[in-house]
């Protein structure tokens, strides 16, 4: 009985070396791949930060927005929903949260509008969000209205003019004063002004961004 057992298991042995074998080096290449990919993502990003970081030096860029912030890489940036969101390499484990806000040297991007371990998504100031804006001593709402960035609703009749700079507001979580977009079109009439604005950021040219944390009130 014995003698037939170890006939059986060596038979099965034999299976799985011939059947088996392959799978398990397909996953042991597959592991082996996936972590020297990763350790090659970590050096490019660490370079290119660097890289960055020596552009805004030398360049002189004063950005005092961006004094405090998480520095993410942007992993993905859908052609077929090129205005709407980009994912970040940065999530719950880096201390990112839903609601904050997203931007670069030039302004305001976006805001994070899905969060997981290790990455993010952002949704874009062209997606159609809306936010609390300031010009000057005006304040107003931007959205999204016929393909075309625009502030409505603003809440005084102070004179606004083209080339003017829009500014996020202190009137939600995001942070005030960051940059958004300068306004190169003014539609008025006796009860209101409708601007039309274009974004400081390119869209087209996203690789890093900061990350600021969105304000918390008591």
Known sequence: MKKGFWYIFFFFFLLFFFFGKDIVYSLWVKTDWNLEKNIVLDSEYERLKKEYTLLLEKTNLEVPFLEEGIVSKVVVHDPYIFFDKITILKGKNDGIELGDAVLNEMGLIGKVSLVFDNYSEVELITSGATYSVRIQNSYGILKQKDGKL??????????????????????????????IGKVVEVNSSSISQTLVIEPLVDFQNLNYVWIRKRVIYE
């Open 150 to 179: 625009q502030v409505e609703d603003i809440t005084s009749k102070e004179e606004i003019k083209k080339e003017e700079i829009i500014y996020t507001s202190s009137f939600t979580d995001i942070p005030g004063d960051i940059p």
